[in-house]
């Protein structure tokens, strides 16, 4: 066995037994890098080298040369050339070329009854040509623009999953997730009714949205399961979510909308399926706490958190749930080297004790701008070496 694949194997065994809330070898430390910011740090032009899978080959290398990591997520961008060849309003790209999601309304208020009696045929016949206007047009045309967008997306996300593969074997570094997925009430929300409309609409018809969350539901679980169907036993890889709307809104409809669409899509995916996620908790959960204790106790789930009280969330959810984050991303980019180890000591004191905790940033670096790779590295090296289970 070669040195990278024993250490490869190490590595998985930590992170197993992390998800098990029991004391691994050590501390592992997660690889919270996007792969704008690997362009970035490496020098090399943004707008060029992300439409070239190979020019994030080469810089996500470089963040692997430069600093310790015992797991990383796979490498995953929205491709620009896939949404510029849709026309699509939904994800747009900025001056510098990154892709952004606009505030958008694809479905109007009066169309909730089309969506539940058919949410497929509602998605693909009316709103995916509102979201992607160049679905928007006669036959053939339409085909040759999905069919031109299709191979575009599987040629640039095909590239991108050999070179996750790639950096997983030659740096013995595990790639954890083979996929992405969102919170029901956030699918409805993001890319069909907007912020706006989904507030309106729970005040007005409360009754069509939670039809309409379970509605979505199946095609959200079929998405999930699209590129790794799950098997028992099998804890990586995992489907990541991002949950987007919860901070924003109040404590009666996350009770009544939010949360009970979200505990029963997870429980399908975990449970049903047999898939290991990793949900991140954007913004500020702590008021939520309480009811992340529902989550049943599972090896299945990380949580990955940004804001709140780390103490408060490692004797409550914590019981129950892997944790990861809390490490303040802005302190690695203003901070001294000395402050961003005393803060990295503060949380592997309150998180690691027990087992339970991947030590990661409470965000995903964008930016090169973002942090100092001289504290980046001293922290990533003190948590390997200090975060060892005695």
Request: aromatic share 14%; charged share 25%; proline share 7%.
């Amino acid at each position: 066995m070669s040195d990278k694949r024993k250490e490869y194997n190490e590595r998985m065994e930590m992170l197993e037994t992390t998800l098990k809330i029991q004391e691994p070898k050590r501390v592992p430390v997660n690889c919270p890098a996007e792969i704008s910011y690997a362009i970035e740090y490496a020098g090399l032009p943004y707008r060029q080298a992300s439409w070239t899978p190979e020019q994030c080959q080469i810089a996500f290398k470089k963040v692997f040369d430069d600093f310790h990591w015992d797991c990383f997520e796979s490498l995953f961008t929205r491709p620009p050339m896939f949404y510029r060849l849709l026309n699509a309003k939904n994800f747009t790209e900025s001056e510098r070329g990154f892709v952004q999601h606009p505030e958008i309304s694809a479905m109007n208020p009066d169309e909730y009854d089309e969506l539940i009696e058919d949410p497929y045929k509602m998605i693909v016949s009316k709103l995916l040509p509102r979201l992607y206007p160049a679905l928007d047009q006669p036959a053939p045309y339409n085909a040759y623009a999905m069919t031109k967008a299709a191979l575009e997306f599987g040629s640039y996300m095909g590239a991108l999953e050999e070179i996750t593969a790639s950096l997983a074997q030659d740096y013995g570094v595990p790639a954890l997730g083979s996929n992405l997925t969102v919170a029901p009430f956030d699918y409805l929300a993001d890319q069909f009714r907007g912020f706006t409309g989904i507030c309106r609409d729970v005040r007005k018809s409360p009754d069509k949205v939670k039809e309409a969350l379970d509605a979505v539901t199946p095609i959200l679980v079929k998405g999930a399961t699209a590129c790794y169907p799950g098997e028992k036993g099998v804890t990586f890889p995992y489907v990541f979510i991002p949950l987007h709307m919860a901070p924003y809104i109040n404590k009666k409809m996350f009770e009544e909308f939010y949360w009970p669409s979200f505990l029963k899509f997870i429980d399908i995916l975990v449970n049903q399926k047999g898939l290991t996620l990793s949900i991140f908790f954007e913004g500020d959960w702590e008021r939520f706490y309480p009811y992340m204790q529902d989550i049943p106790k599972s090896d299945k789930i990380i949580a990955i958190m940004e804001y709140g009280d780390m103490k408060k969330a490692k004797n409550t959810i914590g019981k129950n749930l892997c944790l990861q984050g809390f490490y303040p991303i802005s302190l690695l980019g203003y901070g001294t080297k000395q402050e961003c180890i005393d803060k990295a000591k503060e949380v592997i004191d309150i998180m690691a004790p027990g087992g339970g905790y991947i030590f990661s940033l409470d965000k995903y670096i964008l930016n090169a701008s973002d942090v100092n790779p001289e504290n980046m590295r001293a922290v990533n090296e003190f948590v390997r070496d200090y975060g060892v289970y005695k």
